[in-house]
């Protein structure tokens, strides 16, 4: 049986203090073998150049396998193709296509007149370049904006069948919100390989504010463990326990890659990654 593969999500950094902060979590988790990484995308021109900038040095400097968000939000068909014509030229072939959300205090998302409405449409235009493996969002816990309960599904498999390889899904707190979900997917006909995005919980706080924005439903004993953790002051090493109790319950049924959302925080994801036993000998070797 094949080792279980990983990858990790980056955010652009906006000031010198964040680039060093992002270089060092690229430093430390490079050394864990991941088969790809991905680098988020704001809404914005000033971001978008961002993006673009961290995606290279990635890719052409550390030499990792870099997959870039694309989504939706306040650009044009043919300011966003263009995009990814400029990644196609810059050697990039995975894309992460998502709707994207508004600019914050924007209100809901509303698509430009010439824009892509939503991911569906951004997936299609992507597919007929040829030029890329495309991943999409999935939401084991309905999404916010979602008409019905069979939304997510519906939405899912439309992009699949636009041309999508595979999902990554928003971050979950319990094993059987992924299964459940997985399930649901299977019998909707969807194939593609569904990827669990991981959350190590850096700061519970911040977690829960995130969660309630994306609709990832949180745990009441989850909350009580944590200001348990909080009073005694050993929250990260809670949250490594719950992070890799998690990730080890997904591989035992069968999930064979795990995406972890980074925030640009090495310490905990590469905690989870070493209990897990994933990390290369050489890397294990850098610890030690």
């Known amino acids: 049986m094949s080792r279980p593969t990983i990858s990790f999500e980056f955010f652009p950094p906006q000031s010198l203090e964040a680039s060093f902060r992002l270089w060092e979590t690229v430093n430390t988790l490079s050394h864990l073998d991941p088969s790809f990484v991905s680098v988020t995308y704001g809404a914005g021109g000033n971001t978008r150049a961002l993006t673009h900038e961290a995606v290279e040095t990635l890719g052409r400097h550390m030499g990792l396998n ?3 968000h694309l989504t939706c939000v306040d650009a044009t068909r043919a300011e966003t193709l263009a ?11 995975r894309i992460v296509a ?6 914050k205090g924007a209100g809901n998302f509303k698509a430009l007149a010439d824009g892509f409405a939503n991911s569906v449409e951004l997936v299609t235009a992507l597919a007929d370049t040829g030029n890329f493996e495309i991943t999409v969002g999935a939401y084991p816990d309905t999404h916010p904006e979602a008409a019905h309960d069979n939304a997510d599904i519906d939405w899912l498999k439309r992009k699949i069948d636009a041309g999508a390889s595979n999902a990554i899904t928003q971050f979950f707190f319990e094993a059987e919100a992924f299964l459940r979900f997985r399930d649901r997917c299977t019998a909707a006909g969807i194939t593609a390989e569904i990827i669990p995005g991981i959350l190590p919980i850096e700061n519970w706080r911040g977690t829960q504010r995130f969660a309630k924005c994306c609709g990832a439903r949180v745990p009441n004993e989850l909350s009580a463990m944590f200001e348990i953790a909080e009073r005694d002051g050993r929250t990260d090493l809670l949250a490594t326990a719950i992070c890799t109790e998690l990730c080890s319950d997904l591989l035992d049924e069968g999930a064979k890659h795990l995406h972890f959302y980074t925030l640009n925080k090495p310490g905990l994801t590469r905690d989870v990654v070493h209990a897990l036993g994933l990390a290369p000998d050489a890397s294990l070797a850098k610890v030690a």
């Open 66 to 68: 870099v997959a870039a």
């Open 83 to 93: 995009i990814a014509d400029q990644y196609a030229r810059a050697g990039v072939n």
């Open 98 to 103: 998502l709707r994207g959300d508004p600019p």
